[in-house]
């Protein structure tokens, strides 16, 4: 079983203008809703890719009502912990540029805490967790960091798709996989990063504090998979953008749920890249169909190999 955690849900809402006109009223052209949440999106392409998986994290209110409902009627297997305070709503903006205004989101009580942490007790051997996203304002940072030892313990193993600090603490705990895009991995290594060999010696960087594979994703660019012995590198097949939301949460969903079948990091690789442009060419998070076209036309390239 793969579970995925989203601590930090939304409601997405995209709305459609042709320009923003700050300090004046700005009338929308079109709108639409969808749960939200790095880990939910990654359960998302899961089911659709026909993987097994339970989404856990937190939900609560009005807006945790319509996550949930949503997530139902879309056949997702849910263990949420309800909290009192109200799911937080992501504004995405899709104007001459796409913008996204991500709220902080909602307190957690130490009692919320301590049920959800209690939902890891059925985590055991063989299942893998991908920890996605922020962590709330108000929890310790180090959460990941607790629960990856939590069910590291009991045998399973793990993903993670966070920034900073929250990332750097589990390097150590040998994540299956690691996925900044190359402006978080220039953040993280503190330069900037212009060229592919440049990107590779940052992911090396991570590799050697422990990562087991270092996936950058660089938008419309494409990506680079950094294993312990390997690089590969993709381009991104041509197409029409219409929401690069959960893009990353797609690319990431799409690698660990075939490398959860088939341990192979090339095809786990080329099936992650197929499903970021395909959500990248879809209004919400991409079908089945919609990445099996994709699919079809990716190609990847080891450029390097050690053996
Ligand atoms: N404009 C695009 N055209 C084609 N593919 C895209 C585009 N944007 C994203 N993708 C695909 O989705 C992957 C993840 O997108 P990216 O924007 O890099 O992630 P994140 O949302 O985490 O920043 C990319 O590596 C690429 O394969
Ligand atoms: O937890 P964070 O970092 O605030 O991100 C949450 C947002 O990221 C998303 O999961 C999309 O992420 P990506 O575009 O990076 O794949 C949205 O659904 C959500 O609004």
Redesign the pocket.
């Known amino acids: 079983m793969i579970y995925t955690v989203t601590l930090n849900p939304s409601i997405d809402y995209v709305v459609e203008l042709p320009k923003i006109q700050m300090g004046l009223v700005n009338r929308l052209e079109k709108t639409v809703k969808f749960p939200g949440g790095k880990g939910i999106n990654v359960s998302r392409i899961l089911n659709e890719m026909k993987v097994e998986n339970t989404a856990l994290g937190f939900v609560g209110g009005f807006t945790g009502h319509f996550v949930t409902e949503a997530l139902s009627e879309l056949k997702l297997n849910i263990d949420f912990t309800e909290i009192a305070d109200d799911t937080r709503i992501n504004v995405k903006i899709h104007a001459e540029k796409e913008t996204e205004l991500n709220a902080k989101g909602p307190e957690i009580s130490v009692e919320e805490l301590e049920t959800f942490k209690k939902t890891f007790l059925k985590v055991g051997a063989k299942d893998v967790v991908v920890f996605s996203g922020s962590i709330p304002e108000n929890l310790p940072q180090s959460l990941y960091l607790e629960l990856i030892n939590m069910i590291t313990a009991a045998g399973a193993e793990f993903a993670v ?1 966070t920034t900073g600090e929250a990332l750097l603490k589990t390097l150590d705990k040998h994540p299956i996989i690691i ?1 900044p ?4 991995l220039s953040a993280i290594v503190g330069r900037s990063l212009k060229s592919d060999d440049e990107i590779v010696d940052a992911a090396r960087e991570l590799i050697n504090k422990g990562a087991q594979n270092v996936l950058v ?7 680079i998979l950094v294993t312990k012995r390997e690089v590969y590198r ?1 381009y ?4 029409q ?1 219409i929401n ?8 990431l969903a799409g690698f660990i749920g075939e490398y959860y079948q088939n341990k192979n990091v090339e095809t786990a690789f080329k099936r ?2 197929a ?3 395909a ?3 879809s209004l919400d998070i991409a079908d089945k169909l919609m990445i099996k076209k994709v699919y079809s036309e990716i190609n990847v390239k080891k450029v390097r190999s050690e053996n």
């Open positions: 798709d996925k895009n190359n402006h978080e994703s660089m938008a419309s660019d494409g990506g993709s991104a097949p041509s197409g953008v690069s939301v959960g893009a990353g949460d797609s690319m992650g890249l499903c970021g442009s959500t990248a060419f």
